[in-house]
């Protein structure tokens, strides 16, 4: 068999119940998928172009953020210690009027994609204004999105009349659709409470005709169901699901403020929802009931959100923290076990952002997303199971990443654009921050 890239010498995650690592096994990658993956026995007469040495390393399907603002990579730190509607109302939204632009959000974005890169994320679900130059970003870092353009029913950066927001959204989708592998369109609504219900329809409809995913923020905040209760006289959710808006293709963000109600109905609809630990920390929105949706078979993703709210993007600290918040949350220590946080930031993610089959995990004929990750480092040392990597493993841990078949970083280079004129770039964007605030 021909091949582009032999990865040898690597380990993989074993089944359970058995070893936790197979030592010794190899991995073929042929353009942009995973030809063969297992025992170096099974590998013979391979004819590759490339060897890497995969020795002391760990591979796995690199992880899946399925909510994210890249962008607002510029505003980390800016305004920290708040509760949500002031620090949307009072900082996050005047910032956005002031320093949104086409520029501004190609070179923030850039900067999300190489510390998702850096950290093990291979594709992300991210959703901002002025996400053609977003999804330019991803796709010259290399990195695997579904890139989501904003529909909100005020004056927004590139849609000063709301009245042309569902046409911006179209014009986004028919633009990138088919456009580029790593690229995938979709609608970003953002919350019940600042989108009519007209514009919810619209946009849903827009998602069905155009066959895309619509996100949506849903329940973020305690204060958001006392909200539409006095405007639509019920929950976020049952607003949603009255507006025919629910179905496999919707992705609800946050779902802290549901009840056992809200989550029948998401499951009744086939709904997807993402949880974003950290943000919901650090706000002091909440924690999502991530075991009663587990439970009631509700596909779940895991997110960073922006790094305004969080303030990184590391999937491995949002795993380790989201495990630890579900127990604490209800004083059970076998809630939401380490397997589950890893399906969801992996498998269960792509198929929230409709991307089953293709990425999530390490098969042959699934796209080549993957990570190699460091274990010849004392605090992965010995690994009596893999759950190690949710509980112990940092981003930092990772070595070498692949995406879509591509070397995107190598022993902690990254291969795909330069870095440092990214961050000169960001850096001088933040200063004009420092000067008009
Ligand atoms: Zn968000």
């Not at 730190?77 to 910032?95: C, H, K, Q, S, T």
């Not at 290399?142 to 569902?166: K, L, S, T, Y």
Request: net charge negative; hydrophobic share 45%; aromatic share 4%.
């Amino acid at each position: 068999m021909k091949t582009d890239l032999l990865i040898t010498n690597i380990c993989l995650p074993g089944n359970q119940g058995e070893d936790p690592l197979v030592a010794d096994c190899c991995i073929a990658v042929g353009e942009d998928m995973i030809q063969q993956i297992g025992p170096a026995t099974d590998f013979k007469n391979i004819e590759a172009a490339a060897v890497l040495d995969g020795r002391n390393q760990l591979a796995m399907p690199g992880l899946i953020n399925t909510h994210c603002h890249g962008a607002m990579t510029l505003f980390r730190g800016l305004a920290d210690d708040l509760e949500l509607v002031r620090w949307l109302n009072d900082y996050i939204f005047p910032a956005e009027a002031a320093n949104v632009s086409e520029d501004m959000v190609y070179w923030c974005t850039k900067l999300a994609a190489a510390e998702m890169i850096m950290s093990g994320t291979t594709t992300v679900a991210d959703g901002y204004f002025f996400e053609h130059d977003a999804a330019r970003a991803f796709a010259d870092a290399g990195m695997r999105a579904v890139a989501a353009q904003g529909v909100i029913d005020f004056p927004a950066p590139g849609v000063p009349d709301p009245a042309d927001n569902i046409i911006a959204a179209e014009e986004f989708i028919n633009h990138w659709q088919n456009q580029n592998p790593l690229i995938t369109p979709a609608v970003f609504a953002h919350s019940p409470y600042t989108c009519s219900n007209a514009t919810l329809q619209r946009a849903k409809k827009l998602a069905r005709d155009t066959n895309v995913s619509l996100f949506i923020h849903v329940a973020e905040s305690k204060a958001e169901p006392d909200m539409i209760g006095n405007m639509q006289g019920t929950s976020p959710v049952k607003h949603l699901d009255a507006l025919g808006i629910l179905d496999p293709a919707t992705v609800c963000v946050h779902c802290v403020w549901t009840d056992e109600e809200d989550l029948d109905i998401l499951a009744a609809r086939g709904a997807k929802a993402v949880v974003c630990p950290q943000s919901h920390l650090k706000l002091a929105s909440g924690i999502s009931p991530l075991a009663s949706m587990l439970a009631k078979g509700i596909q779940v993703g895991l997110g960073t959100d922006g790094a305004a709210s969080n303030n990184g993007l590391d999937m491995f600290r949002e795993m380790d923290i989201c495990a630890k918040v579900q127990k604490i949350k209800s004083l059970d220590p076998v809630a939401v076990p380490a397997a589950d946080i890893m399906q969801a930031a992996t498998v269960g993610g792509a198929e929230v952002i409709g991307m089953q089959g293709k990425t999530g995990a390490l098969k042959a004929g699934m796209q080549a997303d993957i990570i190699l990750i460091n274990l010849d480092t004392p605090h992965l040392q010995p690994m009596h199971g893999i759950d190690l990597l949710v509980y112990a493993a940092d981003g930092r841990d990772v070595q070498t990443v692949l995406i879509n078949g591509k070397l995107i970083m190598l022993e902690r280079k990254l291969l795909s654009f330069d870095l440092p004129e990214t961050m000169q770039h960001v850096r001088r964007l933040a200063d004009t921050i420092k000067r008009h605030g």
